[in-house]
């Protein structure tokens, strides 16, 4: 499967796409993400696929937007997926909306300036013993591949600030 990690320049400054999962979506139900899916036989590989996804999900317009940089593939255990992150910036930015209600409950433009606020920054804690990085941005807890792809990012674009690691909060899924 293929991911976008759209970045673009909107009304509160530089921001990040991100979706929330439908709550009937048989896997990851509820989850804020990055659009994506599955790369489909007729796509020409993961760039593709992540631009297609992105559309289907948010109506996107794919021509506004330039490719960046295509991340090395990622394998998540917990889904027996492998993920191509591809990073993007919005040049022609167009609205978004929840284009595919049968799998996006929303889609929202994320300002950077929320994600490296410490005040947004917070430890998940999962029963199955999974810690990691998590961002409380517009009424969404991101955690799991999403945030830990978030916080590197941040981490490597040299804008994350210190934050306590020690705020934790507990998800059941």
Not at 4 to 15: M, Q, S, T, V, W
Not at 33 to 51: H, K, S
Not at 128 to 157: C, I
Request: glycine share 12%; aromatic share 8%.
């Amino acid at each position: 499967s293929a991911v976008l990690i759209l970045f673009g320049e909107g009304a509160h400054g530089p921001d990040v796409l991100l979706i929330e999962r439908a709550a009937d979506m048989r896997s990851h139900a509820g989850q804020p993400a990055f659009p994506g899916g599955g790369v489909d036989p007729e796509d020409d590989g993961p760039v593709a696929a992540a631009l297609r996804e992105a559309q289907e999900e948010t109506g996107l317009e794919p021509a506004g937007v330039t490719v960046a940089r295509v991340l090395p593939d990622l394998w998540l255990p917990p889904s027996g997926y492998t993920v191509t992150p591809v990073i993007g910036y919005w040049s022609v930015p167009a609205p978004v909306w929840a284009a595919d209600p049968r799998e996006v409950a929303r889609a929202e433009r994320i300002p950077l300036a929320q994600l490296v606020d410490p005040g947004n920054r917070v430890t998940v804690v999962h029963p199955s013993g999974y810690r990691g990085p998590g961002f409380q941005v517009a009424d969404m807890l991101v955690w799991g591949f999403t945030a830990g792809l978030l916080d590197r990012l941040l981490d490597l674009a040299g804008w994350s600030q210190p934050w306590p690691t020690e705020r934790e909060v507990g998800i059941s899924w």
